[in-house]
Each structure stands twice: as structure tokens, then as C-alpha cells.
């Protein structure tokens, strides 16, 4: 194995510091503060929006647990003029971009499809089909090259394109694809793959025979190995990859070496298909624990600040729990706007049939 | 006879044709050690080995592109697509490359598959989980496609899509998953009634209700409203989309002079469209109103929170009686 392949870790599972020979962090105690402070608050937003479906208010949630670092890492590597286009489970991303716990609520609760201003937020909503915004990236990506928004050496401006999406995601033509698309035009985009061991029942073997960012090679871009429960590594390794896509020096594909460890979602199963030691295995390489254990230890961690940190948390999740209850259901004849730019003398129709049952219906 | 659930009869259904046939081999995501999303291969790989339930990569056109090529090998495979809305990265595979396999050889090679995927909406989930696809395919010549509303129904109709010759898409009523009834697993899969046939699920005089999958047991609702109200509505079980039976639809609507196609998916380019058509060439001069339809709207499928406004309901339904009855 040459240095390639070697994973890139710069924090070890004890909290002790690694030293690589590619990568330093530029991070200070001030900034590995604020990225523990990300990580805790955003499991605690994972596990409120859990307990939220349970209660029936959620049809559905991805939980992130244990993939925190691996999302922070990234997440606080983009600039503001940067582009994400991400699945089903990036909260912690969505988090990163400003968007508020309880518009990614409106998703998973049923009130709509995109639920933030992606404009805004410079990430668009959640990509629910395997792989698919792989080639939206890209060509995003693709855009910035046009525009001559990269290479300009300003580091405010150039822009670049993280695409987000997991092990199984490797599978599908989409992201092949999009590797083709990015490694032909040299697009400024950065492939991040969380590689969490599993896609829904099927372990990452199930998609490939050797390591995923050994795929990297044939497609002719970089590809890194990083650990994903390492939160200062992927910081570390994602602002390289971004400050190369901005200058001019074409994709990069990340593979993050993390777990899922809760379950697909909250309709699965996971003792249907996976050992319990599993889970105890990567419990041992927790991503928070690391840093706290680092924190503490080189005294960066005040008690003061973990009890401000708990109380946030606290207040977080009550936040959630009310707001997501207040979040009103849309109108049903909502479901007719935005089909097309104008107006449809179809869908006006249909309108105006559910405005009569609607009328109908409030008389009964 | 013996009840199970819909879901259980297809399970029960796909353990019978492998151990009818040894060339039957299962293929999809998360269908082996988890038995699928709602568990419809459940037990399978256990029993079959892994040779033949077959957990594939994540690639809805590499598991129908390589369903093909096992099929030309002389294999009957059986694809899972995980939910109706994962289907369409197959599209390819199976509208251009499996439909057309027997006809661009000169019938020298053909393609035993079936593509079983869970369809419809109703269950309260996030986007793409709600589809109707029907239409697509059903337009696609050299496709057979056909849907089950009912346990005795999913028991069968599958053990048929499978000793077909030609490719089948296999529509599963996702939401009726849960519903029981009676099967009857000591007939022969030669004395089940053919996938092809239409069913008369109730009979009526007065209108016929056309309709398949999930919204079959909406019809029934309604017609049971509408028995309170002195109407008698007929409700036929399309089953098959492609081929249309259509003399069992014409005799029912030659006899009551009024028909309603009702289907979850968009009005315009659906089935409905289709089987009115054919309706009113065949019984024109016997009809005593319009043929409608009551459908989901021509938009994509809406936020779960509203979808019970989207999804043709019984009063709906109802409504389109009351405009027919009094023509
Ligand atoms: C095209 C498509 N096929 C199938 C699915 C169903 N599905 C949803 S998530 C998933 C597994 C995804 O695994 P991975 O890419 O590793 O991401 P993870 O969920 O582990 O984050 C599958 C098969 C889908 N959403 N889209």
C-alpha cells in the first residue's frame, strides 16, 4: 500500500493527535471547540427528530448518529459561495449551510418536497434517488467553470461543488457517470462519499471488491481515504480537496470511513441483518468522544462550556418539539402550484374541482 | 383454504414458483438476509441460498440489464425495484431493451422476466415512495402488465407473471399490503384464473366501476355508499393493464350503459384515457352517459400531508356516479 491508500487520520479513537505527512489541520482550540459544539448539537437534533417520528409526528427520519464527524468535518470546510448537493441524510451538512432543525423537519413530517430556500442556503433539499445529484453537482460544477468562477485566486469568489451520497450510491450509473462528466471538464467539485458500512441490509462489499476511493484512479481523479469518525481529518482533507476545485485543479473523490450506527431509517431493522459487536466495535471509534476526550485532556474543555452546551442542546430539542407540532399542513390546493412556469388549463380545472369538494366538505 | 395478508401471499407466491422451477431466481436490493423493505422475499435466501435470492449492487439498470443477460443464459428471474419510484434509472433496461427482445430477434430469443415493485401511494411517506408508473409501461409494446388487489390475487397472478414467456411488470398495491383474505393453495396454477382475465368483484346494474390495485378497495367502498342511495354499482377488477380484457369491461358496460375508470395515477396519458376509448368504440350505442374518470391530478405526487386530497377517494368517486346517473 503506498501513501494513496494509507487512511488519513489526524485524531485517534484514545483523542490523541496523529501527525501526516499530507495533511496538518490549520484548526485552533477555538475552532475544535466550535466543531465539538456542532457535533453534540446535531445528535441531538438526530436523536429529537427520531424520537419525533416515534411519537408520530415525523413520517419518516435518516438518522445521522455516528456519521457527525464526517458531516461537521466537511460542512464547516465550505465557503459561503460554495454549492452542496446532498441525500436524505445530511442534517449536519444542512446545519453547516444555516438551515434551521425544523425546516428539515417539513420533509420528513409531509408538508413538502424541498423544504428550505436552496438558494439561500446554496444546498438544494434532499436527494431521496440513489446518486442522482451526483450529475447535478457536476454540472453545477460545470457552470462555475464557464462563469470563470474558478482559478481567479480569490479565495471569496472561486467557487466550488461537494456532492454528498453514500457506499451504495457508488453502484448506480449516476455517480459513474458524474465522475466521467467531472474528470472530463476538470470541474471544481469535490464527490464526498460517506462510506457507513452499509446501504440499507447490504455491507459495502456488496458494491465493491476493493476500497471506494480506489475508484478514484480509473476515473483519473484523486481519490482519499479518510477516517470518517475523525472529525479534524475530514476538515482537514475536504478543505484540500475544495481549495484545489476552486483553483482550477479539477474533482476530487473523498471516500469517509465511518458507520451508520442506528438504523437506515426509522422504518428498518438493523437486527435483521447486522451483529450487535458491530455496533460495539465503532461505538469504541465514536467521533465525538475522540475530540471530548482530546478537549478535556489539554484542558480546552471547560465545565462551564458543557453545561452551556447541554442547556443548548436542551433547548434545541425542546424548539423542536414544539415547532415541529406548530408546522401547519399545506393547503391541499397547494398541490397544483408550481407544476409548470404559467398557468395549465388542466391543472386549473382540477383546481377548481377540489375547490368545489373543499367548499363541500367545510358545509358538512 | 387459508387467510393470509397480500404481502404474505406474494411471499408464499414466490416460494412456490422456485420450488416449481429451479431456473426461478430472485434479485434486488435488500431482499436477501432482510427480506426486503416490507419483507415480501422474507425467509427466501434462507431456504434458496444466496445463488438464488440474489442481494444485488445498488443499480436499478445494472439489476434489470443483468436480469436480461441471465435470462438469455435460460434463467427466470424475478427483480425487485425496492419502491415504484427507484424504477426509472431501469427505464432503459426495460422499455427499450427488455420489451423489444423477442421482437428485434424474430422471436428466436425471449425474455422470461418479471419486475415486481410495490406501487400507489397512502402510506404517509416521503417523496418518490408514492408513484403510479403504470401508464409508462402499460404504452410500452412487448410488455405484459398486470396488478393484484387482493391475497388470492397476489398468490397466483405472481406464480403467472413468473412461468410467462414474455417480460411482466408485476404492480404490488403497496398500501393494501396488510389487507387478509382467503387463498386457496390446493388448486393447481393451471385452475387459478388467468392474470389476463378481468373480475367482476361485485356485481351491479346501474354503473361499472373500472378499477386495479390499491383504488379496487375504494370502489367497493363507494359502492357500498352508493347501495345505501339506491345505486347499484358494478366493480371489475381490471387486473391486467396490458393486455385489456376488454370483453369482460364491454359486457359489463353494454349492461349497465355507464362506466368510471378509477386509477391513482395522473388523468392525462393514464390508463383511464386508454379504456375509455376502447369503451365507448365497443358500446357506443349502449351508453347512457360520458364515461369518466376519477384519478389522481396531473401533478407529481404531492407532500404525504396532503395526499389523501390527491388520492381518489370514495366521495369522489360517488361524485362522478351522481354526474353519470343523472345525464
Ligand atoms: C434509485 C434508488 N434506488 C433505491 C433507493 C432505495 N434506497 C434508499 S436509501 C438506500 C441505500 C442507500 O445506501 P447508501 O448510498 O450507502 O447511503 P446511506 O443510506 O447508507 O447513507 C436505498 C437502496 C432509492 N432511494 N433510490
Redesign the pocket.
Known sequence: MDLQDRIVQLIDSTGTLISDPRYQSTLNDAALLSLYQDMVLIRKLDEQATALQRQGELGLW?PLLG?EAAQIGSGRALKSQDYVFS???EHGVAWCRGVDPVEMLRFWRGTMHQPWDANFHRMYGYQ?????HALHATGYAMGAHLAGRIGTGNPETDQAVVAY??????S?GDVNEAFIFATTYKSPIVFFC???????S?P?KR?SSIHLSERAKGFGLPGIRVDGNDVIACHAVTTEALDRARSGEGPTLIEAVTY?MGA??TSDDPTKYRAGSDDDFWREKDPIDRLKIYLHNNGILKVEFETELAAKADSLAERMRVECRELPNPDALSMFNHVYSGSDARIDEQKREVEVILSEREVH | MSEFTLLNAVNRGLRRAMEADSKVILMG??IGKLGG?FRATEGLQKDFGEGRVIDTP?A?SGIVGTAIGLALYGYRPVVE???D??V??AFDQIVVQLARMRYRSAGALFLPITIRMPFGGGIGSVE?HGESPEAYFASTPGLRVVTCADPSDAYWMIQQAIVSDDPVIFLEPKRRYYQKGEVDTTLDISEAPSMYKARVVLEGSDCTLLSYGPTVATSLQAARMAAVDGVSLEVIDLRSLSPLDLPTLIESVKKTGRAIVVHEASSSGGVGGEIGLCLMQSCFYYLHAPILRVTGYDTPYPPSRIEDDYLPDADRILDAVEKVMGY
Do not use: S
Not at chain 1, 165 to 170: L, P, Q, V
Not at chain 1, 194 to 200: D, L, R, V
Open positions: 435518516a456519521q441525500t436524505y441524510r431521496v434517488i440513489i446518486g442522482a451520497f453514500g457506499d451504495g450510491a457508488m448506480e460517506q462510506n457507513n458500512q452499509w446501504a440499507i447490504e459495502t458494491q451508520r437506515h431509517t | 436490493e435488500d423493505v445498488l436499478e425495484i425496492q419502491f419510484g427507484f426509472y434509472p418518490h
